[in-house]
């Protein structure tokens, strides 16, 4: 009998631990679980559990847990509750995908291949009876380059083609420059009431025989209505949505493959983003955003405070990460962000490897980005408290560059990046403070006085007042102005974007009365490069850097002989004045003093520091 109780408490002791284990993995919540091998009908659990995410999100209550098993997954999901995690099964490849594989494909000819669907395939909504286009001031700021654009899409092998606007083009497809074996796989769409015809060039291959899909949703991850908070949303590998411009005016709202709609405290970490026809994440508004009349409810209670981490987001054609007024308070970092833009086949002034408009208090730290129309780009209003550090920008395109920034009142900081492109610092800001940055490349200043923008009291979005658009006005102190040696990758020109007369590789281009003056302090030139007027020369001759890709891996290599001797001050941004509109403060989101005493690796900085984002050079440095 003894023996018996001895045993009987071990079990229930590992039953314990088993129980309390599990509420403590999950935060007391119930987990649900989700195969290609279930069946809606089934409980959910890790033996029976459910076909489609959207069965387990109409399930799960907040607190609760989805475990999504290997597979892929042809459904947008519309989360209806808040507090909710959704993950990826640990170790497994799950796919979000919104296209559906097509193997109905008739032959035309040896090349071109179509496929005739009912409208019903497409339920509520004809990717290939709806057009790309913007709305509210400026067209929503689209370029179609006068022709008409589908928000659907044909991928082969993953691969997206390029859409035609007449079959003719299908057929003989003619190569562009900047992807001439890509471009010459393209796709036509027709449609009357009742069909879709899609004809699409498969160069040789056929469709039936190789993974070809079509998107048909809109989105792979978007809730229905706005406030729904504080969800997670890891692991996943999305793709293929039939997304629509993404622009900052009422009527389309933001629409990406994740899309937070109006809410707050997401975490969107670890994904894989690609394929949208415009945008990746948005952490934008819909047309719900403006509620009580004309009032625009938008306050930390309602909106932002996202953590967007650690997510590769790529060939989208508007933008990787974009949001306007939804990324307040929000933290975008350690995510991989490149190949936006790639088809160049419309425009418009929303295009970057990410792009907010009014991302008070917001820090975009360590991302790298390359290969964009634009790396970064913030726009008005607001942007107030933002600060952007250590931060790899590198191959972005030549005449549109690395940092773009448009109707910025400040404060805000900038400091530790590696800017390496040629078009390094669009500047259409002020009261930006820029500290032991790299710029490789040329800076251009933007002046549009005409225009008002609101600035806010301090970590708020309450307005004091507004002030005009003004450049100039920003401190720049340890800076390491320095054009690189060699060009990672031929630059190509880019259709409706010309070089700027008023180019310089230092900041010799703000023209005081007409800007705002600068203030500068420790900074370093070489090259092309020369010191501001007025600022103490420093100055070094047959210096410059060189980067190099190896896979996924980046290194720098930087020759300075003698920046040893040009050391600077460690920076305090309380120590820096802010310029105006009004007093405030160079300071983080929480409002406390910041000390640039850490470099770009997290490296602790001597006393006496060197200019530029390293606490030590002349040797090779991986920074990615």
């Known amino acids: 009998m003894k023996r018996v109780i ?30 290609v091998k279930g069946n809606d009908a089934n409980a959910g659990t890790a033996a029976a559990p459910f076909r489609t995410i959207n069965k387990a999100a109409q399930t799960a209550q907040t607190g609760d847990i989805i475990t999504v098993h290997a597979g892929t997954y042809r459904e947008c999901v519309s989360p209806p509750r808040s507090g909710v995690v959704y993950r990826a099964a640990p170790k497994e490849h799950v796919e979000i995908k919104g296209s559906e594989r097509i193997t109905s494909w008739e032959k035309v000819n040896k090349n071109v291949w179509k496929v005739r669907l009912p409208n019903s395939f497409f339920g509520n909504h004809n990717p290939y009876r709806t057009l790309i286009r913007g709305t509210g001031d400026v067209n929503g700021w689209f370029d179609g380059y006068k022709r008409i654009h589908h928000t659907g899409g044909v991928f082969l092998n993953g691969k997206a083609l390029y859409e035609k606007t007449t079959l003719d083009e299908v057929i003989d497809p003619q190569p562009m420059e900047h992807d001439p074996k890509g471009s010459i796989l393209t796709w036509y769409c027709s449609s009357d009431n009742e069909k879709t015809t899609i004809y699409a060039n498969f160069q040789g291959v056929n469709p039936n025989r190789k993974p ?22 890891r692991g996943f590998h999305f793709s293929q949505a039939a997304t629509q411009w993404a622009p900052p005016s009422q009527g389309l709202g933001q629409v990406g493959i994740i899309a937070t709609r109006w809410s707050k405290g997401w975490i969107i970490e670890n994904n894989t983003v690609f394929n949208s026809r415009c945008a990746g994440i948005t952490l934008g508004y819909t047309p719900e955003w403006f509620t009580e009349g004309n009032k625009m409810i938008w306050d930390a209670n309602t909106v932002g405070s996202h953590i967007v981490r650690g997510n590769e987001i790529a060939w989208c054609e508007q933008a990787g990460i974009c949001g306007q007024f939804g990324a307040l308070n929000s933290v975008i970092e350690d995510n991989v962000i490149h190949d936006i833009w790639v088809q160049r086949q419309f425009g418009g002034y929303e295009i970057a490897g990410i792009k907010f408009h009014a991302a008070n208090d917001a820090v975009i730290r360590h991302n790298k980005i390359f290969r964009c129309l634009r790396g970064i780009w913030i726009d008005m209003p607001g942007n107030q408290g933002l600060r952007i550090t250590q931060n790899l920008l590198y191959n972005n395109l030549e005449n549109a560059g690395d940092l773009m920034v448009e109707g910025l009142n400040g404060p805000f900081i900038v400091d530790n990046n590696i800017f390496a492109s040629p078009w390094t610092i669009w500047d259409g800001g002020s009261s930006g403070l820029y500290v032991h940055n790299l710029f490789g490349g040329q800076f251009w200043v933007y002046r549009d006085k005409n225009r008002k923008i609101p600035f806010y009291h301090p970590h708020s979005t309450a307005t004091i007042g507004q002030a005009s658009f003004l450049s100039g006005g920003n401190a720049y102190r340890n800076n390491l102005f320095m054009q690189g040696t060699q060009d990672v990758v031929r630059q190509i020109k880019v259709k409706g974007y010309t070089p700027q007369k008023s180019m310089s590789y230092d900041l010799n281009n703000y023209s005081p009365p007409e800007d705002l003056p600068i203030s500068v302090a420790g900074n370093v030139y070489s090259g092309k490069a020369k010191p501001a007027a007025g600022e103490e020369s420093r100055a070094l001759d047959n210096a410059g850097w060189i980067l190099e890709e190896d896979g996924d891996k980046v290194y720098i290599t930087i020759t300075a002989q003698g920046l040893e001797k040009l050391l600077g001050e460690i920076i305090s941004s309380w120590n820096v004045d802010a310029l105006e509109p009004g007093t405030r403060k160079f300071e983080s989101s929480d409002g406390s003093n910041i000390v640039f005493d850490k470099d770009y690796l997290g490296n602790t900085r001597s006393s006496k520091p060197l200019p530029g984002p390293f606490f030590d050079v002349g040797k090779k440095i991986r920074i990615w």
């Open 6 to 35: 001895i045993i009987l408490i071990a079990v229930l002791s590992i039953g314990l631990q088993n129980i309390v284990g599990k509420a403590n993995a999950q935060g007391a919540g119930t987990e649900w679980h989700v195969s």
């Open 212 to 233: 070809t899909e079509i998107s048909v949703r809109e989105s792979c991850f978007y809730p229905n209505i706005t406030g729904v908070n504080n969800l997670t949303v």
